[in-house]
């Protein structure tokens, strides 16, 4: 009896974690955590036009993300909160006079690719 309720233990597990992959591999539901690939093809789609493909920024447009200090020392959900509300040139923290877009511009981003580009921008410090 013992047994039995560890194999069901184990199978339960097997099943969870292969249900896990499928979801992370098949690209239809977006998977529970942060998935800095995904993340990388995000960040080339909608912010490498100002931040550059490298991410050491574009002069007139947007800052250097790679290496920032902002970006190794802010929490993931401040970058979250910055990257959904954008920073516009009004706004005091605002260094540049250029407007950081909500979401890059892409209104149709959605929080989980924005956690995606988070974990992709945290590769790179
Ligand atoms: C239209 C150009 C543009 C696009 C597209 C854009 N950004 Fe920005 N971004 C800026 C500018 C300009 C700033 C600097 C604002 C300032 O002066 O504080 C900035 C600032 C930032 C900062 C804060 C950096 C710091 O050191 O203060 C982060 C993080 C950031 N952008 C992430 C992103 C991400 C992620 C995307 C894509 C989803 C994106 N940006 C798309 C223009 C852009």
């Known amino acids: 009896m013992k047994n039995a ?3 069901l233990a184990v199978l339960l597990l097997a099943a969870c974690g292969s249900g896990a992959t499928d979801t992370a591999s098949g690209g239809g539901e977006a998977p529970a955590v942060a998935d800095a690939a995904n993340g990388e093809t995000v960040y080339l789609n909608t912010c490498a036009s100002c931040h550059g493909a490298d991410a050491l920024g ?3 447009l ?3 993300l790679a290496g920032s200090s902002f970006v190794a020392d802010a ?5 979250v909160a910055l990257i959904t ?3 516009p040139s009004s706004d005091p923290a605002n260094s540049t006079g250029v407007d950081m877009p909500p979401k890059g511009g892409n209104p ?3 929080e989980q690719s924005i ?3 988070v974990a992709y921008l945290k590769t790179l410090d």
């Open 58 to 60: 574009v002069d007139g």
């Open 108 to 110: 149709s981003l959605s």
């Open 62 to 64: 947007g800052k250097a």
């Open 115 to 117: 956690r995606d580009v």
């Open 5 to 7: 309720l560890l194999l």
């Open 75 to 79: 929490s993931e959900a401040d970058l």
């Open 85 to 87: 509300t954008g920073r």
